[in-house]
T-cell receptor, first 113, second 116 residues
Framework: EDQVTQSPEALRLQEGESSSLNCSYTVSGLRGLFWYRQDPGKGPEFLFTLYSAGEEKEKERLKATLTKKESFLHITAPKPEDSATYLCAVQARSGAGSYQLTFGKGTKLSVIP | DTEVTQTPKHLVMGMTNKKSLKCEQHMGHRAMYWYKQKAKKPPELMFVYSYEKLSINESVPSRFSPECPNSSLLNLHLHALQPEDSALYLC???????????????FGEGSRLTVL
């Protein structure tokens, strides 16, 4: 069974204080690992897809990396508007999992001015 | 702004009511999804439509009835719901098989359902 574990559950940062969120996963053949941002009461917003170990993607203050067992979302010099819940999800390569994402429980990030 | 539009944004219904949630996308995607999300929990997959045909039903109770009238529209018909069905219902779309499917989902903003 595919599993995704995100840590920490919650993270409070001062504005400008860089940090990383972790996503550990087990999946029977990784098709893709996805990062989403979700604001309260809204739908998840797609951020990144990573397909293979060693891959990195960047967008503004966010950088996602992938190894064979985990992914990190690095936040550089965060701003209050980066406050949100960040969700990690994995997709298996074949079978019934080809349409299904297994989500982690998310990390709630709060950036204090 | 999201390219997946859901209506209504909020819905309050009694346990004997019949209501529908609607979703529309204009990205040319051929796969559409319904997810349910409870507070402080990740989204849970309910249904997947691929090329307007139901391809996945995650053992969802029959009081939830999905419908895909065409490639741009997805409905979720609700009947005889229970208070524990109160949640945020999310619609999503993605490329389908044969479209260069990458697995990336694009979500709408959700419909907040409260069952009294």
């Amino acid at each position: 069974e595919d599993q995704v574990t995100q840590s920490p559950e919650a993270l409070r940062l001062q504005e400008g204080e860089s940090s990383s969120l972790n996503c550990s996963y087990t999946v029977s053949g990784l098709r893709g690992l996805f990062w989403y941002r979700q604001d309260p009461g809204k739908g998840p917003e797609f951020l990144f897809t990573l397909y293979s170990a060693g891959e990195e993607k960047e967008k503004e203050r966010l950088k996602a990396t992938l190894t064979k067992k985990e992914s990190f979302l690095h936040i550089t010099a965060p701003k209050p508007e980066d406050s949100a819940t960040y969700l990690c999800a994995v997709q298996a390569r074949s079978g019934a999992g080809s349409y299904q994402l297994t989500f982690g429980k998310g990390t709630k990030l709060s950036v204090i001015p | 702004d999201t390219e997946v539009t859901q209506t209504p944004k909020h819905l309050v219904m009694g346990m004997t009511n019949k209501k529908s949630l609607k979703c529309e996308q204009h990205m040319g995607h051929r796969a559409m999804y319904w997810y349910k999300q409870k507070a402080k929990k990740p989204p849970e997959l309910m249904f997947v439509y691929s090329y307007e045909k139901l391809s996945i039903n995650e053992s969802v109770p029959s009081r939830f009835s999905p419908e895909c009238p065409n490639s741009s529209l997805l409905n979720l018909h609700l009947h005889a719901l229970q208070p524990e069905d109160s949640a945020l219902y999310l619609c999503a779309s993605s490329q389908g098989p044969g479209q260069g499917y990458t697995g990336e989902l694009f979500f709408g903003e959700g419909s907040r359902l409260t069952v009294l």
